[in-house]
């Protein structure tokens, strides 16, 4: 009978962790912020048809960085999590925190019991009715929640990325100008992307009842005029 | 709450109707025999196609056998930005379909990441109709009409349906409910290729006037409360619900024609 090897808890969570973290430093990163009518998000993204962000119910959208075939469908789940519950009790009763507890419990449970983790960090945000009640989730690979007030950066290169924009940011400033904020963050010094490059989302606090939207290139290359 | 997981054969994609039956929460279940019961049932509902696209309109009645129970039911309902349902017969399963009917085409929207076609939302209500024949055949029967702007073609379209889920494309306009026949022989008369829109209001309002007129069921404007139909237009500016003030003026304007008859 061959005998497994031991390999000690400490060590393993580390190697699972150093696993998680490299296949989302393959990825790009991603900006959310607080803007003067909302959240916005910006993604690095080529893609026009892969989509990081998106939207979950009325005032909640996602987004996603690592995998892609990981996170879409941590997204799906979300989408049908949210719908259920708005058939079951009400709309109002969908919200941000609930989910992003939904998601650490299955991220975290896959990164101890599952042969791999989740190669993959998200957001979770919820616009509010009025601007305190904005939240912002961040749930890393092993299943860990922060909460934040201002920002959330995610992806590979997130710590340099962050100081960038704390550097920059200001409450209440207009879309044009966290738009640019985000850009320069993600850009390299080598290159300045382009609205080609970026796929930007908005959670708009403007009284409908779908918040979620999607700027387009033609209105994302004005704005980064 | 939980994450509702499947195995691979047992995803539902990005049909909510069957995400509901995996989760044991499927609205379409056996109903007892109730055709003995008054249960509420909704009335007239019409569309037509004009110019720039549709517009619905529905009564606001609800009746219990020989008894109104609902003066203020809203049976023209917006299913979506560029389309609409109208919905007549007993009135719980039929407001429990549309529910679901635009949480499906929401749902698959944020699933697929793009909306459904004017023709796949078409498809999806017979469907639910179809999903309905059991309790139909107990005497709850569902009749809807469905209406949109379809943006691929640029012009409106409407169907409508039978209790077996049968979908009809209709070119003109289409009536359904117990004041039916009054209604479209109105619409009939004086329907006109590429009406304007206001036209097209004030037809479908003439419509459900002399329903209400000949029908007990059907509602006829109550000046008293203020109640007056859900008259609504869609084109490519979307959905849009004519205020009761306008249509204030509209049936004003009929009722007084009517006096000088």
């Given at each position: 009978m061959s005998m497994p090897y031991y390999v000690a808890p400490e060590q393993m969570m580390k190697d699972r962790a150093d696993f998680a973290r490299k296949g989302i430093a393959r990825g790009r990163s991603l900006v959310a912020m607080r803007y003067n009518e909302g959240i916005a998000i910006i993604a690095e993204n080529p893609?026009?048809?892969?989509?990081k962000t998106s939207e979950i119910y009325d005032r909640i959208a996602f987004a996603g960085v690592g995998k892609y075939n990981e996170f879409d469908q941590l997204r799906v789940l979300g989408v049908r999590s949210a719908d259920l519950k708005g058939y079951q009790?009400?709309?109002?009763?969908?919200?941000a925190r609930s989910l992003a507890n939904q998601y650490a419990q299955m991220i975290g449970q896959t990164f101890t019991h599952e042969v791999k983790p989740l190669e993959v960090e998200i957001l979770i945000a919820e616009v509010g009715?009025?601007?305190?009640?904005d939240q912002l989730f961040h749930i890393m690979y092993d299943g860990t929640v922060l909460d934040e007030k201002r920002f959330i950066v995610i992806g590979g290169d997130a710590d340099s990325i962050r100081s960038k924009v704390e550097t920059a940011f200001v409450e209440d400033l207009p879309l044009q100008e966290v738009v640019k904020i985000a850009r320069t963050a993600l850009s390299t010094d080598e290159r300045l992307l382009q609205s080609t490059d970026l796929e930007v989302a908005l959670l708009q606090r403007?009284?409908?009842?779908?918040?979620f939207k999607r700027v387009t290139e033609h209105s994302l290359t004005e704005l980064l005029a | 709450m939980k994450f509702p997981l499947f195995s691979i054969e047992q995803d539902p994609g990005s049909n909510f109707g069957e995400l509901l039956k995996r989760v044991g929460l499927s609205p379409f279940s056996n109903y007892a025999n109730v055709s003995q019961v008054d249960i509420p049932h909704a009335t007239t509902c019409v569309a037509i196609r004009c110019a720039d696209g549709v517009v619905m309109a529905g009564d606001r009645r609800a009746t219990s056998g020989n008894l109104i129970?609902?003066?203020?039911?809203?049976?023209?309902?917006?299913?979506?930005d560029f389309s609409g349902v109208a919905i007549a017969g007993a009135a719980g399963p039929a407001m429990e379909m549309v529910k679901l009917f635009q949480l499906q085409i929401e749902h698959y929207e944020k699933v697929e990441g793009q909306p459904l076609s004017l023709e796949g939302k078409a498809n999806q209500l017979s469907m639910f109709v179809r999903n309905n024949l059991p309790a139909a055949m107990q005497g709850l029967m569902v009749v809807p009409i469905f209406a949109g702007y379809d943006d691929q073609i640029g012009q409106g379209r409407l169907w409508d349906y039978d209790a077996t889920g049968g979908r009809y494309e209709e070119l003109d306009f289409v009536a359904t409910g117990s004041g039916q026949l009054h209604a479209s022989t109105v619409l009939r008369v004086s329907w006109r290729k590429d009406m304007s829109v206001a036209d097209a209001i004030e037809l479908v309002s003439r419509a459900l006037w002399e329903a209400s007129d000949a029908d007990s069921a059907t509602g006829g404007p109550d000046v008293l409360r203020g109640i007056y139909p859900v008259v609504a237009s869609i084109t490519k500016n979307g959905f849009t619900r004519v205020s009761d003030f306008d249509l204030a003026a509209v049936f004003a304007t009929i009722t007084t024609g009517v006096q000088q008859r």
């Open positions: 893609s026009n048809t892969l989509r009790f009400s709309r109002h009763d969908v919200d009715v009025v601007p305190a009640k403007n009284g409908s009842r779908r918040c | 129970s609902h003066r203020s039911m809203e049976k023209v309902v917006q299913a979506d």
